[in-house]
């Protein structure tokens, strides 16, 4: 509940000092309505702003009066943060390398803030340099000599920083008059760290009126304890109340304040969105206003409008990943927006030509068949190289302006709604922050530039303004001293609140602790915490304290700082269903039909596929209808190397320009192991070019040698280990092509290769690259792996009189290199199993009439259209299967979801 005194010294005109700007903007918009329900019909402003903007106040005003006598030029946040970048940059190239210099820097600048809010007002870091064990170059040291540097650096250029500023204002404070007899009131402070104390201790001494209070006191009513099943559970339990409460009592003001709001912005925003505004949901409602506004911010690089302008200055740059560049091509940003669809075609085509990265030509040249109009128009800027001298930061503002402007960013979507307005003004300050670097490094070359850039965007949080809404979620330290009608405060479980101490490294753990520096120890977080408890139990008339049952799979209780809260937690009620599942649970009965079935297919139609067709209508009838008549596509992955369909590739190339050099197995004794191998390397070059020069082109030249190395390997450790202990055989027929008509539909083949054993038998081989069907599972009730047999049945219809008795699958592939097949007589290949081994079958006979029924039994299925999703092997295809989004097998009645996971 708010402090009254409060609006009485906003009344007077008194200045009102907060320690955040929410509340100072609370407390002006309170004193307004105070003022309009007293009658009012002009009043004055409330004089209400937060501690950093009152320390600018008086800062401007004491070099207005010249009363700054020694350093006056203060250095912006982004400058001094940039010098911090560069002084520990500096050490790690000369003395200590860092892994994360930019962490190492943030860590840094932070340590520098504490140094001064929470010490004497000295150099304190000195004497850290001068320890004893400072030559172990233990953290405290190092950040020592940082500090030297960045000190010497403020000294040198004249200038202050934010971290120092107030004590030059409390030394300026005798030379104000204007200071003294100025009322202000320091409201919602929960403590006041030492250099806070100095400052306002000399400016009471020169007359100003000062006082503090709380800007919420106590109500009659002690706060609920509630819990969730989960985290999510109780936040979604809080935004149904709040939403109960809007809508029950419009105009009032109802905070959701939670424990990890950073962690959780994006999880809370969209359970916010769900629950509390769920029509605006739909496409073209994002920059409606919502009932609720969402504190932290995130980072201005995140927003879309400003990652797409650093994205578009980095492309000019030099190439970026291609998945960076075609999510730019999609971009709403881009002029003509409604083409983005067209535009986002060309990932797929980068996709197929496996480019890792994509520069700015290549980009014109993909847009040209996408959209030429932009090709066009981006031609005409093509001129733009940035300067690989170095410019100055206001240099480098000016071409990237230039260039932004000409390359049509922000594209041309006529009215930007207000968040992407307030996004293109944060992107314009940070501009002008960039260009104030200059002042402690006047040049920068084009690729330090745009680092820089990128850095100071990564950390520059935006949060866009809001006109005020009945509900805010907040942060705790936001919400505490937060007038609220009511307030619920999630996650105080017992392992969270207090929190656990984490201090910083870079500051002895010593000073710390005799200064009760924030986040140093744990007595001083549970002092801390209490305080914080307090305040927020004051911050409405109804105020809840909540905390989760569970967390991550372990269970929480309730922080004993809640003690004071009345009884033992409560669930309150269901946990809100989301409104999707509201719509789906009110929907009424739909038909159920059944529609397994495609079109049959006409006799004597060619089927595209070959075996592989044959193969997915055994494992799955869906799988086949997708595939070979839908022609659905799953979308490419890019892999590091070659991907596994191109190694296959290279392999089959191998060995059929091996078997058409060495023709047999006479001829493979005939040469030593040393002319195998230069024979293989001969046909592995000639291999390679079944691949385009640009794919080959494509990848580094390391991954490209690698390949090659593993494929000649392969292949010889292949004929060496294989081929060279077979009893004789010549290679009869290489690359072959086959056609066989099975259940009225005809289908087509390659075959690798036929061999005519010593019995002059004939055997069918087929290589692998990957994953092999043992023999074993070849003739189950829905045959597996029937390549070979469908193989063995067109060259039996074309050749009636071959005596095919053998056939095997070549499996080469590191570590699972041997030899699959079947054999009427084992003594022509040992090691392949005899028919009798894998199956009942007395005779080869009665293989090739099994393969004849049974493959022609699928075939059939194909023919008649069936397509239903049944999976062999409760679903052990679908490990392997991409079209797992299409089917939606994971709904399918009587599988669930681990058995299709697991099997
Ligand atoms: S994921 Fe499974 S059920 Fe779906 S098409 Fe593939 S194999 Fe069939």
């Given at each position: 509940m708010l402090e009254p005194h409060l609006l009485a010294v906003l009344a007077a005109g008194h200045t009102v000092v907060t320690p955040n700007n929410r509340?100072?903007?609370?407390?002006?918009?309170?004193?307004?309505?105070?003022?309009?329900?007293?009658?009012?019909?002009?009043?004055?402003?409330?004089?209400?702003?937060?501690?950093?903007?009152?320390?600018?106040?008086?800062?401007?005003?004491?070099?207005?009066?010249?009363?700054?006598?020694?350093?006056?030029?203060?250095?912006?946040?982004?400058?001094?943060?940039?010098?911090?970048?560069?002084?520990?940059?500096?050490?790690?190239?000369?003395?200590?390398?860092?892994?994360?210099?930019?962490?190492?820097?943030?860590?840094?600048?932070?340590?520098?803030?504490?140094?001064?809010?929470?010490?004497?007002?000295?150099?304190?870091?000195?004497?850290?340099?001068?320890?004893?064990?400072?030559?172990?170059?233990?953290?405290?040291?190092?950040?020592?000599?940082?500090?030297?540097?960045?000190?010497?650096?403020?000294?040198?250029?004249?200038?202050?920083?934010?971290?120092?500023?107030?004590?030059?204002?409390?030394?300026?404070?005798?030379?104000?008059?204007?200071?003294?007899?100025?009322?202000?009131?320091?409201?919602?402070?929960?403590?006041?760290?030492?250099?806070?104390?100095?400052?306002?201790?000399?400016?009471?001494?020169?007359?100003?009126?000062?006082?503090?209070?709380?800007?919420?006191?106590?109500?009659?009513?002690?706060?609920?304890?509630?819990?969730?099943?989960?985290?999510?559970?109780?936040?979604?339990?809080?935004?149904?109340?709040?939403?109960?409460?809007?809508?029950?009592?419009?105009?009032?003001?109802?905070?959701?304040?939670?424990?990890?709001?950073?962690?959780?912005?994006?999880?809370?925003?969209?359970?916010?969105?769900?629950?509390?505004?769920?029509?605006?949901?739909?496409?073209?409602?994002?920059?409606?206003?919502?009932?609720?506004?969402?504190?932290?911010?995130?980072?201005?690089?995140?927003?879309?409008?400003?990652?797409?302008?650093?994205?578009?200055?980095?492309?000019?740059?030099?190439?970026?990943?291609?998945?960076?560049?075609?999510?730019?091509?999609?971009?709403?940003?881009?002029?003509?927006?409604?083409?983005?669809?067209?535009?986002?075609?060309?990932?797929?085509?980068?996709?197929?030509?496996?480019?890792?990265?994509?520069?700015?030509?290549?980009?014109?040249?993909?847009?040209?068949?996408?959209?030429?109009?932009?090709?066009?128009?981006?031609?005409?800027?093509?001129?733009?190289?940035?300067?690989?001298?170095?410019?100055?930061?206001?240099?480098?503002?000016?071409?990237?302006?230039?260039?932004?402007?000409?390359?049509?960013?922000?594209?041309?979507?006529?009215?930007?709604?207000?968040?992407?307005?307030?996004?293109?003004?944060?992107?314009?300050?940070?501009?002008?922050?960039?260009?104030?670097?200059?002042?402690?490094?006047?040049?920068?070359?084009?690729?330090?530039?745009?680092?820089?850039?990128?850095?100071?965007?990564?950390?520059?949080?935006?949060?866009?303004?809001?006109?005020?809404?009945?509900?805010?979620?907040?942060?705790?330290?936001?919400?505490?001293?937060?007038?609220?009608?009511?307030?619920?405060?999630?996650?105080?479980?017992?392992?969270?609140?207090?929190?656990?101490?984490?201090?910083?490294?870079?500051?002895?753990?010593?000073?710390?602790?005799?200064?009760?520096?924030?986040r140093a120890t744990a007595a001083r977080e549970l002092a801390y915490t209490r305080v914080l408890t307090d305040v927020l139990a004051r911050g409405a008339e109804e105020v809840v304290f909540s905390h989760p049952r569970q967390r991550d799979d372990y269970p929480c209780m309730r922080s004993t700082l809640l003690a004071d809260s009345e009884g033992e937690p409560t669930l309150l009620g269901d946990t809100p269903i989301s409104v999707a599942q509201a719509i789906a649970v009110a929907a009424a009965p739909l038909e159920s039909i059944s529609d397994e079935r495609a079109p049959p297919i006409a006799a004597g139609t060619y089927v595209r596929g070959g075996a592989r067709v044959v193969e997915a209508q055994s494992d799955c009838p869906f799988r086949a209808t997708a595939l070979f008549r839908l022609d659905v596509e799953p979308w490419p992955s890019l892999p590091e190397g070659l991907d596994p369909a191109e190694r296959g590739t290279l392999m089959h190339e191998t060995m059929a320009a091996f078997w058409r050099k060495v023709d047999s197995h006479a001829a493979l004794a005939g040469l030593a192991s040393d002319a195998v191998a230069d024979v293989v390397a001969g046909c592995s070059a000639q291999a390679r070019a079944r691949l385009p020069a640009t794919r080959w082109a494509r990848l580094p030249a390391a991954v490209a040698a690698g390949e090659t190395r593993r494929l000649t390997g392969l292949a010889c450790r292949w004929i060496e280990e294989y081929e060279r202990p077979r009893p004789p055989f010549v290679v009869s027929r290489v690359e072959t092509r086959a056609h066989v008509t099975l259940a009225g539909l005809s289908l087509r083949f390659t075959l690798d290769r036929v061999d005519t054993l010593a019995d002059g038998t004939s055997a069918i081989i087929d290589y692998k690259t990957g994953h092999v069907i043992p023999e074993a599972k070849w003739f189950d009730a829905r045959p597996r792996a029937p390549q070979l047999g469908l193989y063995a049945l067109a060259l039996l219809a074309e050749a009636p009189h071959e005596a095919i008795r053998t056939v095997a699958f070549a499996q080469i592939q590191p570590g699972e290199m041997r030899v699959h097949g079947i054999a009427a007589n084992p003594a022509t290949w040992p090691g392949l199993s005899s028919v009798s081994d894998v199956a009942w079958f007395a005779s080869w006979l009665q293989v090739e009439t099994w393969w004849h029924e049974a493959l022609g039994a699928l075939v059939g299925e194909l023919r008649a259209g069936i397509a239903t999703v049944t999976p062999r092997d409760n679903g052990e295809p679908c490990r392997r299967c991409e079209l797992q989004p299409l089917c939606r097998i994971r709904s399918a009645p009587g599988l669930s979801n681990d058995e299709v996971s697991d099997a």
């Open positions: 509340l100072a903007r609370r407390l002006a918009a309170l004193h307004d309505v105070a003022a309009r329900e007293g009658g009012a019909r002009t009043w004055a402003a409330a004089v209400a702003m937060p501690w950093s903007a009152w320390l600018d106040s008086l800062w401007r005003e004491a070099l207005t009066a010249g009363a700054v006598g020694e350093s006056s030029r203060l250095l912006p946040p982004a400058t001094a943060s940039h010098l911090w970048r560069r002084v520990v940059e500096a050490e790690a190239h000369s003395r200590t390398p860092l892994m994360d210099t930019g962490a190492a820097a943030s860590l840094a600048l932070e340590a520098w803030n504490l140094l001064h809010a929470w010490g004497s007002g000295g150099a304190s870091w000195r004497a850290w340099s001068q320890a004893a064990d400072a030559a172990a170059d233990n953290d405290p040291a190092a950040f020592a000599r940082w500090a030297e540097r960045y000190r010497a650096r403020l000294n040198a250029l004249g200038a202050i920083d934010h971290a120092g500023f107030p004590e030059v204002l409390l030394r300026t404070a005798a030379s104000m008059p204007a200071w003294r007899d100025r009322n202000v009131v320091l409201a919602g402070f929960l403590e006041f760290a030492p250099q806070q104390t100095r400052l306002i201790a000399a400016l009471i001494a020169v007359g100003m009126r000062i006082t503090a209070c709380d800007s919420v006191v106590p109500s009659e009513i002690r706060p609920r304890s509630a819990e969730g099943a989960t985290p999510r559970d109780e936040v979604r339990m809080a935004l149904s109340w709040a939403r109960e409460r809007a809508l029950a009592q419009p105009g009032t003001t109802i905070g959701i304040a939670i424990e990890d709001l950073a962690q959780r912005r994006g999880e809370v925003r969209a359970l916010a969105e769900d629950l509390l505004c769920p029509a605006l949901q739909w496409p073209g409602r994002a920059a409606d206003l919502r009932p609720y506004s969402i504190s932290l911010g995130s980072p201005l690089a995140s927003v879309p409008v400003v990652a797409m302008a650093l994205d578009l200055l980095a492309l000019a740059a030099g190439p970026l990943p291609m998945h960076d560049v075609a999510l730019l091509l999609r971009s709403p940003y881009l002029p003509e927006k409604q083409r983005w669809a067209d535009r986002a075609s060309v990932e797929r085509v980068w996709l197929d030509e496996g480019r890792r990265t994509v520069g700015w030509h290549e980009a014109l040249a993909a847009l040209q068949s996408v959209d030429s109009a932009l090709a066009h128009a981006w031609r005409a800027v093509r001129t733009f190289v940035p300067a690989q001298h170095a410019s100055s930061p206001r240099e480098w503002v000016g071409a990237w302006r230039a260039w932004l402007g000409a390359v049509g960013w922000p594209g041309d979507r006529g009215v930007l709604d207000s968040a992407e307005h307030q996004a293109i003004n944060a992107w314009e300050e940070l501009l002008e922050a960039f260009a104030g670097i200059a002042a402690v490094e006047p040049l920068m070359r084009a690729d330090d530039a745009l680092t820089v850039l990128r850095s100071l965007a990564a950390t520059q949080v935006f949060q866009p303004q809001s006109p005020t809404t009945p509900i805010q979620i907040l942060g705790v330290l936001e919400a505490a001293g937060m007038p609220f009608d009511a307030l619920w405060v999630v996650g105080l479980s017992a392992d969270r609140w207090p929190a656990a101490p984490e201090p910083n490294p870079l500051l002895p753990l010593t000073w710390l602790r005799e200064r009760a520096a924030p």
